[in-house]
């Protein structure tokens, strides 16, 4: 079964700062990944995924991700953070069965809080 | 305009009622997705609809029944609330294929608490 996960429960940065908020996958085949994001009592934002090519994929908001085959993961980062960036972030992988119908299996979400 | 909207926002029921949960997309997508986040955070999948047939059920208790009425709306009803029903509920859409295929894009969430 495909899975990501998210080593860290909590991010702390300082505002100006890059952040990295880590990601790795266990797949079979090739990895379909997804940045989500989630504001407090919100739904989820998309930000960006990877499905092929360029292994730096941009997204919504500033934000980026590397895709790095031989470690497995696939980390968010910004170059520099901003204190609105403070929200809950998801990686996600695709998992389609043999239907060929698609669903997401989620990480268990890691909170990004950005200091003044 | 709102792409995925989900009615209500919030719901506060007893144990042992009958509750519904509605969700509506106007991105012309034809697949529609219900997920749970429970008290951590953690998001699961439940089920899936394509053109209003059901293509994924992830062993939930049959007391969910989820409802396609059209490809643009996908119901979940629930029997019988349980306390450990009380999650944020997400419903989400995306196109099976195409250019944007596998972007799946999220409602607001419906907050159920079983008191």
């Known amino acids: 079964a495909q899975s990501v996960a998210q080593p860290e429960d909590q991010v702390n940065v300082a505002e100006g700062n890059p952040l990295t908020v880590k990601c790795t996958y266990s797949?079979?085949?090739?990895?379909?990944l997804f940045w989500y994001v989630q504001y407090p009592n919100r739904g989820l934002q998309f930000l960006l995924k990877?499905?092929?090519?360029?292994?730096l994929v941009k997204g919504s908001y500033g934000f980026e991700a590397e895709f790095n085959k031989s470690q497995t993961s696939f980390h968010l980062k910004k170059p520099s953070a901003l204190v609105s960036d403070s929200a809950l972030y998801f990686c996600?992988?695709?998992?389609?069965?043999?239907?060929?119908?698609?669903?997401?299996?989620f990480g268990t979400g890691t909170r990004l809080l950005v200091s003044p | 305009d709102t792409a995925v909207s989900q009615t209500p926002k919030y719901l506060v029921t007893q144990m042992g009622n009958d509750k519904s949960i509605k969700c509506e997309q106007n991105?012309?997508?034809?697949?529609m997705y219900w997920y749970k986040q429970d008290s951590k955070k953690f998001l699961k999948i439940m089920f899936s609809?394509?053109?209003?047939?059901?293509?994924i059920n992830e062993t939930v208790p049959n007391r969910f029944s989820p409802k396609s009425p059209d490809k643009a709306h996908l119901n979940l009803h629930i029997n019988s609330l349980e306390l450990g029903d009380s999650a944020v509920y997400f419903c989400?859409?995306?196109?099976?294929?195409?250019?944007?295929?596998?972007?799946?894009?999220f409602g607001p969430g419906t907050r159920l608490t079983v008191l």
């Open positions: 989400a859409s995306s196109q099976h294929r195409g250019p944007s295929t596998d972007t799946q894009y």
């Open positions: 797949v079979s085949g090739n990895p379909y």
């Open positions: 990877y499905i092929t090519g360029d292994n």
């Open positions: 996600a992988v695709r998992d389609r069965g043999d239907t060929g119908f698609q669903k997401l299996v």
């Open positions: 991105l012309g997508h034809d697949t």
């Open positions: 609809y394509n053109n209003k047939e059901l293509i």
